[in-house]
């Protein structure tokens, strides 16, 4: 677009973030997601970010894909749990909240950052178009 | 929105207007002006960009109200973008009037 290139590269990193966000908002939705011994545990996930090189002055960022975690999980002896095995066992996620909560945070600042440039890109377009008007 | 009134403008028939008075004023000295992309065609490429703008914004605004939006972010940033770009088009459009309206004034 040109004029407005600031504007879009600040859209294209609120993007990322908000993805980001998303994948944030389902590792904690399924921190406590239990599933049997026999099955692989729910996958953390996490954004893979990638800047998009185009011209000198780059044209911003991408979502290149989503990376999963481990499948594994953590083994938690609950054999009160109704889908434990044999030997008591339940399968956990391996997610780390106090984890997800600092990278909760970068999310939440990141997207806010961009929208401030976005607004301040505009605010300086628009001192642009007051060169003149008094004259 | 709509802004097809602003594309009047757009044939540049003042623009011819103004070339034509070189000729009526007798100055040998005068060159004739070179034929470049004038003004007129300028200012309707924009108001071609502008109408793109706003063709985007309003898609957003429907999917924003028909809960399509996957990003609240990138109707507000069509809405900013497509706002100072009709800012800018209306203050070129204003100068062009502007000075336009000082040569008609013009007297001997």
């Known amino acids: 677009m040109g004029a407005f290139d600031a504007i879009s590269i600040a859209g294209s990193g609120m993007t990322v973030y908000r993805t980001w966000l998303d994948a944030i908002s389902d590792n904690l939705s399924n921190l406590s997601t239990v599933r049997p011994t026999n099955e692989p545990a729910f996958r953390a996930k996490y954004v893979v970010a990638q800047s998009v090189e185009d011209g000198a002055e780059g044209a911003g960022v991408k979502v290149a894909g989503i990376a999963q975690g481990s499948a594994a999980g953590r083994l938690v002896y609950e054999p009160a749990n109704p889908l434990a095995d044999k030997d008591g066992y339940v399968r956990y996620p391996d997610i780390d909240m106090s984890s997800q909560m600092t990278q909760l945070i970068m999310a939440q600042r990141g997207y806010q950052a961009n929208a401030a440039v976005v607004d301040r890109a505009r605010e300086t377009y628009q001192a642009a178009l007051q060169i003149g008007r008094n004259a | ?108």
Request: charged fraction near 10%.
């Open chain 2, 1 to 108: 929105m709509s802004i097809s009134a602003v594309s009047g403008i757009a044939p540049a028939g003042y623009l011819d207007a103004l070339t034509g008075t070189a000729g009526t004023a007798g100055a040998s000295a005068v060159t004739a002006p070179t034929q470049g992309a004038g003004f007129g065609t300028t200012l309707a490429g924009s108001v071609d960009q502008l109408q793109a703008l706003q063709a985007t914004s309003d898609t957003l605004a429907v999917k924003a109200v028909t809960g399509n939006l996957d990003d609240i972010h990138d109707y507000t940033i069509a809405a900013s973008q497509a706002s100072v770009a009709i800012e800018l088009t209306a203050a070129l459009r204003n100068k062009a009037v502007e000075a336009f309206s000082e040569i008609m004034r013009m007297q001997a």
